[in-house]
T-cell receptor
Framework: AQSVAQPEDQVNVAEGNPLTVKCTYS??????LFWYVQYPNRGLQFLLK??????LVKGSYGFEAEFNKSQTSFHLKKPSALVSDSALYFC??????????????FGKGTKLSVKP | NAGVTQTPKFQVLKTGQSMTLQCAQD?????MSWYRQDPGMGLRLIHY???????DQGEVPNGYNVSRSTTEDFPLRLLSAAPSQTSVYFC????????????FGPGTRLTVT
């Protein structure tokens, strides 16, 4: 069965330090991988995605993520965290084949807290 | 573009009442989905649609109905509300194709007493 794991419920980082939010996946084929961010009382916003090609993808607000096929991981990173990055982050996976829309499967989310 | 819009933002129901959560998108997206978000459980798919007139069940469809008569609208109906349906509901849409990201509405916070 397909699944996505975000092993940390919460990540705490000091402002200016690098941050990493972890994501691992389990699928039977080649995945499409996504990161979303949710600010309090808001809907999810798309950050970045891996489809094919370069394993390092860059997205909105200075975030990037590295696809590692051998470790089945897609960790979200940012070189220098901002207090405004504090939010809930979701990793999601979708298979790249299939006649249906290939629904997104979401991880349970990681709360990122950046302190001044 | 307004993107994906949802109404109402908040709703309180009594057990057994019915209601419809509205969702509309103006991006001409073929695919639309409904999710519920509960603490510690991420987002779970309720129903989805790959085009007007076509709907299918997701992971947690019981107690919910959907229809898709137009490309723009995808309402979610609660037939007989139960306290277990207390949640935040999100509607999302995307272009056809597995590589496309979903766009989410602002959500409806539903409380069933």
């Amino acid at each position: 069965a397909q699944s996505v794991a975000q092993p940390e419920d919460q990540v705490n980082v000091a402002e200016g330090n690098p941050l990493t939010v972890k994501c691992t996946y389990s699928v039977s084929g080649n995945p499409y991988l996504f990161w979303y961010v949710q600010y309090p009382n808001r809907g999810l916003q798309f950050l970045l995605k891996y489809i094919t090609g370069d394993n390092l993808v860059k997205g909105s607000y200075g975030f990037e993520a590295e696809f590692n096929k051998s470790q089945t991981s897609f960790h979200l990173k940012k070189p220098s965290a901002l207090v405004s990055d504090s939010a809930l982050y979701f990793c999601a996976v979708r298979l790249n084949y299939g006649g249906s829309q290939g629904n997104l499967i979401f991880g349970k989310g990681t709360k990122l807290s950046v302190k001044p | 573009n307004a993107g994906v819009t949802q109404t109402p933002k908040f709703q309180v129901l009594k057990t057994g009442q019915s209601m419809t959560l509205q969702c509309a998108q103006d991006m001409n997206h073929e695919y639309m989905s409904w999710y519920r978000q509960d603490p510690g459980m991420g987002l779970r798919l309720i129903h989805y649609s790959v085009g007007a007139g076509i709907t299918d069940q997701g992971e947690v469809p019981n107690g919910y109905n959907v229809s898709r008569s137009t490309t723009e609208d995808f309402p979610l109906r609660l037939l007989s509300a139960a306290p277990s349906q207390t949640s935040v509901y999100f509607c999302a849409s995307n272009l056809a194709g597995h590589s496309y990201e979903q766009y989410f509405g602002p959500g409806t916070r539903l409380t069933v007493t």
